[in-house]
């Protein structure tokens, strides 16, 4: 297969992109020239996706699978329909689990669960997105496929603050300073490794199948929060000096941290994966988390660079311990 990427070199995606050129796929990615692509056997096309007039060697292809990494609002969503309409045989939005129901009625999220998050902006556009490419696909059967992944990680730690792509909570469980866990951290939650993910969604590349569909693709291992911290800090070879904080105080305190807490991780959240199985017949995940946080932290500590410190994420983590220990 002929396959295009924009994006594909980030954190859920690079995995996907190497595993694309294991399987034998030709696989071109979309990159603005500015920094190496570290995907060895990919073809690099240059240009800017949001820049029309730098797209004139994209232009001059067809492709059987366009996956899109990286488009976010619904004005991305027009500009990939006028860009791919008759261009590809398959069509992939790279979308959001956040987008289910906020707060849910019902605790096991299946692809049917609805769509409402009124909470975030971020999960809001990606709603949006996919109110596009359905309509797409009804009225002129443009061919799309969404994939809603959940907390995926690889070389960003999935802890709810001061992590992802910062190293704050790391820094701190490392120094045995105060974390903050959201609530009492008995609620459950899912992270998937990368490259856990990948296979499930190699397997809807070229499927026509797929076609009009949308998939979530997520570990089937369920945590607690309290689990997810203390693992990290197993990892570490430390302990985790846990506070436990509602989540509705720390949005009070740092409303900055509520669409990531209150719209996505502040309740429990169990996801049914049958239908990513039934489609990918041999899809299984294989990482646990404990040993995924292991190989994600010895990539953060290869390199002095990859060890981000955000001195604001610092600062509001403080602010909220400050006016936490008031009420005590």
């Not at 073809?43 to 366009?66: R, Y």
């Not at 992939?92 to 669960?113: D, G, M, N, R």
């Not at 704050?168 to 866990?181: C, Y």
């Not at 990482?287 to 990539?299: Q, V």
Request: glycine content about 6%; some cysteine; charged content about 25%.
């Amino acid at each position: 297969m002929k396959v295009l990427f924009i994006g594909g070199t980030g954190n859920i995606s690079s995995p996907s992109s190497r595993l694309a050129v294991s399987k034998g796929m030709e696989l071109y990615l979309l990159n603005r020239g500015k920094s190496k692509v570290d995907i060895a056997g990919a073809h690099s096309i240059i240009g800017d996706i949001n820049k029309p007039a730098s797209l004139s060697e994209l232009k001059k292809h067809e492709w059987d699978v366009v996956v899109n990494w990286i488009a976010f609002t619904p004005a991305d969503i027009e500009r990939d329909l006028e860009l791919f309409r008759g261009k590809t045989k398959q069509y992939i939005f790279i979308s959001s689990a956040s987008c289910y129901q906020t707060p849910l009625t019902y605790p096991v999220i299946t692809e049917s669960t609805p769509l409402r998050n009124n909470l975030w902006d971020y999960s809001n556009n990606k709603i949006r997105c996919e109110e596009l490419l359905t309509k797409a696909y009804q009225e002129q059967g443009f061919p799309m496929t969404i994939v809603r992944p959940s907390h995926t990680y690889n070389t960003m730690t999935p802890l709810a603050i001061g992590g992802f792509d910062k190293y704050n909570t790391i820094d701190r469980i490392l120094k045995g300073k105060e974390i903050i866990v959201h609530g009492d951290g008995t609620s459950l939650w899912t992270v998937t490794h990368a490259d856990d993910f990948a296979k499930g969604f190699l397997g809807l590349l070229g499927l026509t199948t797929a076609i009009g569909h949308a998939f979530h693709i997520t570990s089937d291992e369920v945590l607690s929060w309290n689990m997810i911290y203390k693992i990290t800090a197993e990892a570490l070879g430390k302990e985790a000096n846990i506070v436990h904080i509602a989540s509705d105080f720390i949005c009070q305190i740092e409303p900055s941290f509520t669409g990531s807490l209150l719209a996505d991780k502040s309740e429990s959240v169990l996801f049914d994966n049958t239908k990513i199985k039934t489609f990918v017949p041999g899809f299984k995940v294989t990482i646990p988390y404990s040993e995924g946080i292991k190989r994600t932290l010895k990539w953060l500590q290869e390199k002095p660079e990859r060890q981000w410190i955000d001195p604001d994420t610092e600062a509001k983590i403080e602010n909220v311990l400050r006016a936490y220990r008031k009420l005590a």
